[in-house]
């Protein structure tokens, strides 16, 4: 009798200590990434709704590991810092380069799967084309937007060749000092640029179609969890008040998520491949 109670207290602590084990993995953290599109306040704010939803779906806690700027969020990824990162096309490619990372999904913004990239001056500018830009004032976004120097690069412009050249944040911010004439042209993601057409802008260049913005995982997320986390992130549907919710809180322009390949960021490939090779 005392052999089998001991048996029976031996089997029931293996069990618990299993059991704890399990328990253990289930729930071991799934740290979120992001290049730094904003303060690290607002951010938070875009971002919380979407790990809140990973966490149910995943059933792991899902937690933000913000990046102060571009190249720490990269380094987050290639390093496996974090096991997944909200970024952008050449943020995906650096890393890509680095640790062959993986995509999990790409942004939806108005029903589409990818964007533009357009030139803009004002409706009464004299500037009818990109070979009129040679010593023309430009205003672009942020210093660290590659792939807003190469569309220009890429429709024929030699920013040697520019005028005065200005960073100035927002595509709102750009459209509205192009418009006010304090800069001869500018660059603009194709919804401002459709946006502001009928309010004093005309475009005369638009880049090809270009992927979005994505979700990416490290390299040492394993297929199973990489399978787990493409299904959560495809499942998010804008018609379901829930799911919206987590959506227009990353961004109010989108619509949901979409499935992707690394073939799609190719035509990036090639637009940042002179400033690569200049490196």
Same mark, same amino acid.
């Not at 290049?35 to 939803?53: G, K, S």
């Not at 995943?58 to 974090?82: F, N, Q, T």
């Not at 890429?154 to 800069?183: C, P, T, W």
């Given at each position: 009798?005392?052999?089998?109670?001991?048996?029976?207290?031996l089997?029931?602590?293996?069990?618990?200590?299993c059991?704890?084990?399990?328990?253990?993995?289930?729930?071991?953290?799934?740290r979120?990434?992001? *290049?730094?599109?904003?303060?690290?306040?607002?951010?938070? #704010?875009?971002l919380?709704?979407?790990?809140e939803? !990973?966490?149910?779906e995943?059933? +792991?806690?899902?937690?933000?590991?913000?990046?102060?700027?571009?190249?720490?969020?990269?380094?987050?990824?290639?390093?496996?810092?974090?096991? &997944?990162?909200?970024?952008?096309?050449?943020?995906?490619l650096r890393?890509?380069?680095?640790?062959?990372?993986?995509?999990?999904?790409?942004?939806?913004?108005?029903?589409?799967?990818?964007?533009? !990239?357009?030139?803009?001056? +004002?409706?009464?500018?004299s500037?009818?084309?990109?070979a009129?830009?040679?010593?023309?004032?430009?205003?672009?976004?942020?210093?660290?937007?590659?792939?807003?120097k190469?569309?220009? *690069?890429?429709?024929? *412009?030699? &920013?040697?060749? &520019?005028?005065?050249?200005?960073?100035?944040? #927002?595509y709102?911010?750009?459209?509205?000092?192009?418009? +006010?004439?304090?800069?001869?042209?500018?660059?603009?993601?194709d919804?401002?640029? !459709?946006?502001?057409?009928?309010?004093?802008?005309?475009?005369? #260049?638009a880049?090809?179609?270009?992927?979005?913005?994505?979700?990416?995982?490290?390299?040492?997320?394993?297929?199973?969890?990489?399978?787990?986390?493409?299904?959560?992130? !495809?499942? &998010?549907?804008?018609?379901?008040?829930? #799911?919206?919710?987590?959506?227009?809180?990353?961004?109010?322009?989108?619509?949901?998520?979409?499935?992707?390949?690394?073939?799609e960021?190719?035509?990036?490939?090639?637009?940042?491949?002179p400033?690569d090779k200049? +490196?």
């Amino acid at each position: 009798m005392m052999l089998r109670a001991y048996l029976a207290i031996l089997l029931l602590g293996v069990g618990a200590f299993c059991t704890g084990q399990a328990a253990e993995l289930q729930y071991e953290e799934i740290r979120f990434g992001s *290049v730094a599109m904003d303060t690290p306040a607002v951010m938070h #704010h875009r971002l919380t709704p979407l790990t809140e939803y !990973l966490t149910q779906e995943l059933g +792991r806690p899902v937690v933000l590991k913000l990046s102060a700027d571009m190249k720490e969020a990269i380094s987050a990824v290639a390093r496996g810092e974090v096991e &997944l990162a909200y970024l952008t096309p050449v943020a995906y490619l650096r890393t890509r380069t680095l640790s062959n990372s993986q995509l999990v999904a790409k942004m939806v913004t108005q029903g589409k799967g990818s964007f533009q !990239l357009m030139i803009v001056v +004002r409706d009464d500018s004299s500037i009818n084309s990109v070979a009129q830009l040679d010593g023309k004032s430009f205003a672009f976004g942020d210093p660290a937007a590659l792939l807003q120097k190469a569309a220009v *690069v890429g429709a024929g *412009v030699s &920013l040697e060749k &520019l005028g005065k050249q200005v960073f100035i944040g #927002h595509y709102d911010n750009i459209a509205r000092a192009v418009m +006010r004439g304090f800069y001869d042209a500018g660059i603009l993601k194709d919804t401002t640029a !459709l946006d502001w057409q009928d309010k004093g802008l005309r475009i005369i #260049h638009a880049s090809p179609q270009l992927p979005p913005y994505n979700i990416t995982a490290s390299s040492k997320v394993d297929k199973l969890l990489l399978e787990k986390m493409q299904k959560a992130f !495809l499942k &998010l549907d804008i018609e379901n008040p829930k #799911h919206r919710a987590v959506i227009k809180a990353l961004d109010n322009d989108y619509d949901g998520f979409a499935a992707t390949n690394d073939a799609e960021y190719d035509v990036v490939r090639g637009l940042i491949a002179p400033f690569d090779k200049a +490196r």
